[in-house]
Nanobody
Framework: QVQLVESGGGLVQAGGSLRLSCAAS????????MAWFRQAPGQEREFVAY????????EYANSGKGRFTISRDNAKNTVYLQMNSLKREDTAVYYC??????????????WGQGTQVTVSS
């Protein structure tokens, strides 16, 4: 089993920044890819960003390109999502997941509990 715990969410004004963290524990492997998804009320869970095991392959959804940066520290078993220039439409619960690259949530076996990000105007 793998446990994922997200943190760093909160309330921020539009244009502000937040840095989300996701700490992994249990039967983790530094070879696992890590992803961030988000889900707004009444909407499906959507892909945000992905990073492979060594950071050599990174993917972003169009919505976050140029504003979001995903990174990881394998020594700490932690993945980060730096979010800048936040917009109201970024408001959602953000989840991290571990697995091979996919923009489909069904491609991931392990998920965190989520952290709420609320962007006010």
């Amino acid at each position: 089993q793998v446990q994922l715990v997200e943190s760093g969410g909160g309330l921020v004004q539009a244009g502000g920044s937040l840095r989300l963290s996701c700490a992994a524990s249990g039967r983790t492997s530094s070879r696992d890819g890590m992803a961030w998804f988000r889900q707004a009320p009444g909407q499906e869970r959507e892909f945000v960003a992905y990073i492979n095991w060594n950071g050599g392959s990174i993917e972003y959804a169009n919505s976050g390109k140029g504003r979001f940066t995903i990174s990881r520290d394998n020594a700490k078993n932690t993945v980060y999502l730096q979010m800048n220039s936040l917009k109201r439409e970024d408001t959602a619960v953000y989840y991290c997941a571990t697995g091979l690259y996919s923009r489909d949530p069904s491609g991931y076996n392990y998920w965190g509990q989520g952290t709420q990000v609320t962007v006010s105007s």
